[in-house]
C-alpha cells in the first residue's frame, strides 16, 4: 500500500523546491512568479507529503467569484503513478467547487483524463521560441504617419489608463492581479499610451528557468491589434535578446503571424479546456498569456 498523503498550503520555505520541480518539467518557470500566485490566491496553492519529503504541488487559483484556474499540477517522477496526483487534483476541485467556470491548459496526453472530468475544449495555445539577437525595428514608410503612441516604461506607466485598458479584455477588473504582476522587479514592462493618456496595449518579459540554462519569458502581453502588440515586441525584445519563450492563444488569429515575423518558431502546444460556462470576454487581442499555470 503506498504511504498516506499529506496535503498543505504551500508555504514561502516551499517556493525553492516547487520552482526547482517546474524548472526541471520545462515548464520555464520565470523568476518570482509561484510568490505572485500566492498572493493572486494564498489558500490556492497546495503541497503534497510524504512524511517530511514534498513529492507533488497543484495551484487551484481564484481570480474571483466567477472564475479559477488550474495549474501547476505535477508530481515526481519517482511517485507517480500511486494516486498522489488524483489526490492533489481533488483538493483543486474542492478548493473551487462554487466557481462557475474552472480553466486549465492540458497538454495532449491529458486531455481525454480531463474531459473525463466535465472539461470542454476552447482552443489551442502554441508555446513559441526566439533565439539569437532582437529582430531590426521595422523600417517607417517615407509616407509613414508619427506614431499614434509612444512606448513607456516602468514608473511612467499610467497605471489607471492600463487598468481600464486591461478591465475591458477581462471577466472581471484585477487590479491585484496587475500590481502583483507588473510591478515585479524581474524584468521590463512596456506600455503603449497615446497623447490623450489612454492605454493601447502593455506586455512584460521576465527572466526564467530553462531546463538547461536561462532565458526570458514573455508575458502577459495584450494590444488592441497587431501593430501594437509589435511595437510591444519589438520594444520588449530589443531590451532582453538571448532565448525568449511566448505562450500565445490560438483564440487570437493574429498572434501566430506575427510572431513567425518576428522570428518565433513553435516548441509546443497546449489546449484550453473549461470546466462550466467559458469566460465572455474574448482573447482575440490577447498575444501572450500571463504564465501557463495561471492562465
Known sequence: ??????????????????????????FAPGVGDVAIY???????????WLGDE????????RYNASYGF??????????????????LWRQALEHLADVPCIGLEAAPDRIDDYAGWGFAHASPTTRWQRLGAPPPPAAPSPAAKEP??????????PAAALQRFDAQREPSPRPHFLRQWLQHPAGTVLALVDRQGACHGFGRVRPC????????????LVADGPAAARAL??????????TVLIDAPGANPDAAPLLEQLGFVPLSRTLRMYRGTPPAVSL???????????G
Open 70 to 87: 488550474i495549474g501547476l499540477f505535477l508530481v515526481v517522477p519517482a511517485q507517480r503513478g500511486r494516486g498522489y496526483g488524483v489526490q
Open 284 to 294: 482575440a487581442d490577447v498575444y501572450g498569456l500571463a504564465c501557463l499555470e495561471l
Open 148 to 157: 499614434p503612441w509612444c512606448l513607456l516604461e516602468g514608473d511612467a506607466i
Open 38 to 48: 500566492r498572493q493572486t490566491d494564498r489558500q490556492g496553492l497546495w503541497v503534497g
Open 1 to 26: 500500500m503506498p504511504s498516506p498523503l499529506t496535503i498543505r498550503p504551500l508555504e514561502r520555505a516551499d517556493i525553492p523546491t516547487i520552482t526547482g520541480w517546474a524548472r526541471r518539467e520545462g
Open 209 to 220: 528557468l530553462l531546463p538547461d540554462g536561462d532565458g526570458w519569458r514573455l508575458g502577459p
Open 54 to 61: 514534498p513529492v507533488g504541488c497543484i495551484a487551484g487559483v
Open 233 to 242: 515586441l519589438e520594444g520588449l525584445l530589443h531590451r532582453h535578446p538571448g
